[in-house]
């Protein structure tokens, strides 16, 4: 792969030093980005050894790494003070926030990870650094942001294809569906356009590697754009979040009365912070003029775990959703609901967004290879408690056949003792059946439990 970015590489003379590290781990010399001196002192003396002969790291030194290695590599140059002239993180990532995050990032810092990247840098989860370049995009310009904070999803690229010979995630990874020459062409094409605009190269040389950059961009925006859509309706604002849509399906009605029906507000309510508050969230309904109803309801995101920021999702673990039941809007509205509704009639609304969202190739290799969904009846809280059913999951088991989903609700009827006219739901995120669609759902399962045991770099 370095000799494919060294080929790449022209008008520039491109030195490439590589440590060995012990069991292929480099974040044992590496741990913390205050504790990197091993790998650091090991790196220096690699480039002492080269016969290089720099001016100044600022301006003459790249730091890359790939996987872990990508994670080493931005605590190298955030425990150096960001001395360096660029970052180049294959099939990893920087910090989601903070000053290390892409948006804060003070130096040129390139992400390079497959298209069918079955870890974490999967094109779901780099979605979320590509979100910032683009915010960044905005108050700069596309040719500044794809110089100083690209990111880029490589076409038909898994992410061993980063490291030929070596699969690294022998469980996990879902397969390529480029040659191996093709792949490191790829990455040969992306790394050294990186390189190109941040060193003093020829006018010529970077007009081709800006070029370059925006022609990686359009398959790159083809994989992350449905993911922004995906992730706004999590967050508050006109798209989201997802119980706003959810409602009017819970209420039953039938599509003349459904017009009737307003959520205030313009949306439930999303509630933050941890589920506490969520849980003092009640729902609430007003009569309108000519038989109307308008319905207030709440909604709050669980987040994903994401353990040292390892973690393979940005979808929410779920969406949940306080809602008027469909008792109380009858009642209200004086019409006929129909109370048989479930939340899973609400997940398989998800899946249908998510499968016309995401781009016609992913779509068409889903359709044919993926996995699908499948639902399960709701499961409902114990004794219809609430806290209970805050406390609860949504659940979802993978099978050979597919995605078994089983949503957590509550029904309080209007003839319920507690909180009555209420209907609750744990739902799935249309964002995290994206990332179904276009990653797990092409995992060869069960996986080879004697490989299981295998560490996942
Ligand atoms: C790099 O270029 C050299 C010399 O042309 C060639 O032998 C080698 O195969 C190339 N390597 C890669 C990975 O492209
Ligand atoms: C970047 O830094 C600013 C100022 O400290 C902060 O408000 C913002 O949240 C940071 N961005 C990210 C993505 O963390
Ligand atoms: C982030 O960067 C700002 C500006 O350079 C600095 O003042 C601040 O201390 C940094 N924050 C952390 C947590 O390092
Ligand atoms: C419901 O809405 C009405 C009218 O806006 C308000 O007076 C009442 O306090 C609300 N009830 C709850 C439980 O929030
Ligand atoms: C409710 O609807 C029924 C049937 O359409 C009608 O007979 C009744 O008068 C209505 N009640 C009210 C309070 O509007
Ligand atoms: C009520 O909704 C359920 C779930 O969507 C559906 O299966 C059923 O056919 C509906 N009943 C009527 C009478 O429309
Ligand atoms: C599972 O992994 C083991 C160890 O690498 C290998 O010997 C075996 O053939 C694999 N089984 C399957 C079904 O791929």
Redesign the pocket.
């Known amino acids: 792969m370095l000799q494919a970015i060294q080929n790449a590489t022209t008008g520039l003379r491109l030195t490439v030093v590589m440590p060995a590290v012990f069991q292929k781990l480099c974040i044992i010399k590496c741990p913390t980005s205050s504790t990197c001196f091993p790998l650091k002192d090991q790196l220096d003396a690699l480039v002492k050894q080269s016969g290089f002969k720099g001016a100044n790291p600022k301006e003459d030194t790249f730091v890359a790494g790939h996987s872990l290695g990508a994670t080493c590599a931005n605590y190298v140059v955030q425990g150096y003070s960001y001395a360096f002239a660029g970052l180049m993180e294959f099939g990893g990532y920087v910090d989601m926030t903070g000053n290390g995050s892409v948006a804060n990032f003070s130096i040129p810092v390139l992400h390079m990870a497959g298209e069918l990247d079955g870890g974490a840098a999967r094109p779901g989860k780099l979605s979320w650094f590509y979100r910032q370049m683009r915010e960044y995009e905005k108050t700069h310009s596309t040719d500044v942001a794809l110089t100083r904070k690209p990111v880029q999803v490589l076409e038909g690229l898994d992410h061993s294809d980063f490291c030929p010979g070596f699969f690294v995630t022998k469980v996990k990874d879902c397969k390529s569906e480029v040659t191996q020459e093709v792949a490191l062409q790829r990455i040969g094409e992306g790394a050294s356009a990186f390189l190109h605009l941040n060193t003093p190269t020829p006018a010529t040389t970077k007009t081709a590697a800006l070029t370059t950059m925006k022609t990686m961009l359009e398959f790159t925006s083809e994989m992350c754009d449905p993911y922004l859509k995906a992730f706004e309706l999590e967050q508050s604002g006109s798209q989201g979040p997802w119980c706003s849509k959810a409602q009017p399906i819970i209420a039953g009605l039938s599509e003349k009365d459904l017009a009737k029906l307003t959520v205030s507000d313009g949306g439930c309510d999303l509630v933050l912070g941890d589920l506490h508050q969520f849980e003092h969230f009640?729902t609430?309904y007003?009569t309108t003029a000519e038989g109307g109803l308008s319905v207030?309801c709440g909604a709050a995101v669980e987040e994903p775990s994401n353990t040292l920021n390892t973690g393979s999702q940005v979808a929410a673990a779920s969406i949940d959703c306080k809602m008027v039941d469909a008792t109380r809007i009858g009642q209200q509205m004086n019409v006929t609901t129909n109370a048989s509704v479930e939340c899973a009639d609400i997940n398989r609304m998800a899946v249908a967004l998510a499968e016309s969202m995401i781009s016609e190739k992913s779509r068409k290799r889903y359709q044919e290879k993926g996995r699908k969904y499948c639902f399960k009846p709701d499961a409902h809280a114990f004794g219809n408690i609430g806290p209970l059913f805050i406390q609860g999951k949504l659940t979802s088991k993978e099978t050979a056949e597919c995605m078994e989903v089983t949503s957590l609700g509550l029904i309080s009827t209007i003839s319920s003792a507690i909180y009555p006219g209420n209907h609750y739901c744990k739902l799935l995120s249309p964002a995290l059946a994206m990332d179904w669609m276009m990653t797990d759902s092409h995992k060869p399962f069960p996986y080879n439990s004697s490989e299981a045991a295998t560490i996942m770099v």
Do not use: R
Request: glycine share 0%; aromatic share 0%; hydrophobic share 0%.
């Open positions: 009640h609430n007003t207030s």
